[in-house]
């Protein structure tokens, strides 16, 4: 039985929304780490992508049910991110800036690389961490369409962590310090703000992110394998630069554009969905032209 127009709308509604919210976490893991040491962190999806091993072993090996598994994840990655800062970004603080950029690529390779040795080429289904299927057959009707309970909860649990995120930006005082760092580094540093302490914490929010991003997607694309991270974290590279890089509302927005136009694309133009991914460089290349910046990006004045 087919669909009314509505009811079509709909269920592609709420799976754009729940694509573009997982594309927004990660994008704004990229945003924050830009906006304070104007760096790429291409490790980033990668980082997403240790988040699931993490979780999927945490649930496998030491049989942590599933949101203890998605917790140890989150501080994992979080561990990870910060640690990847001291030992690879750290001391290149000063260094010009392509040393770090190609810094960045290789500790993006040795992590799947890693991955590849350690965890196995073979991509592994995330359905095992879960004994309890319930969660992911349960179907709730709305309006006429079938939305998965799961889609809902990912919705719910991408919006719940953007308030804290936004909470711990704007109303707490690590957060005054990684909006003052984005301003003027030397400046923050001379009023008694630990700068290096402060880019560590903000690697291992955006890595927290990443993982939580990781988790649900492994929840609703359950396999897992070394390169998993590496398309979604392109995309959402891309919803970064879309929104304005170094922009958080702005990486949340560009996000969930993506994720619209992807879902709304392949659905409307079925013939052009073995172009999905293509989807997001045209966005890019069109936005880019019309406006350099981003969406929410401002025009920056490079330091000499």
Request: hydrophobic share 60%.
């Amino acid at each position: 039985m087919g669909y009314s127009p509505g009811t079509f709308f709909l269920q592609n509604l709420f799976n754009a929304t729940m694509l573009g919210g997982l594309y927004a976490l990660i994008a704004v893991g990229y945003t924050m780490v830009y906006g304070i040491l104007r760096l790429i962190n291409f490790a980033h999806g990668d980082i997403m992508m240790m988040g699931v091993y993490f979780a999927f072993y945490a649930a496998t090996i030491i049989y942590a049910p599933p949101l203890l598994a998605a917790i140890i994840a989150i501080a994992g990655a979080a561990g990870l991110g910060f640690l990847i800062d001291r030992v690879a970004y750290k001391p290149l603080r000063n260094a010009p800036r392509i040393s770090a950029l190609i810094t960045a690529i290789g500790m993006s390779f040795f992590l799947e690389s890693f991955a590849v040795v350690v965890f196995g080429a073979i991509p592994k289904s995330f359905l095992d961490v879960f004994k309890d299927k319930t969660i992911l057959n349960k179907v709730l009707l709305v309006g006429g369409a079938r939305i998965p309970l799961l889609t809902f909860l990912v919705i719910l649990i991408t919006a719940g962590i953007f308030v804290v995120l936004f909470w711990i930006v704007y109303k707490t005082k690590i957060g005054m310090a990684m909006r003052a760092i984005s301003m003027d580094i030397p400046t923050t540093s001379l009023m008694g703000i630990n700068v290096d302490m402060v880019i560590g914490f903000t690697f291992a929010l955006g890595s927290a992110l990443a993982a939580a991003s990781g988790v649900m997607w492994a929840m609703r694309f359950p396999n897992v394998y070394p390169y998993m991270g590496f398309m979604p974290g392109m995309k959402a590279f891309i919803a970064a630069v879309v929104g304005g890089i170094g922009s958080i509302p702005g990486a949340i927005i560009g996000g969930l554009l993506l994720g619209f136009i992807e879902i709304f694309a392949v659905a409307y133009f079925p013939n052009f969905s073995g172009y999905r991914d293509a989807f997001a460089f045209i966005i890019l290349i069109i936005i880019l032209l019309i406006k350099p910046s981003g969406i929410l990006g401002k025009k920056a004045i490079e330091k000499v």
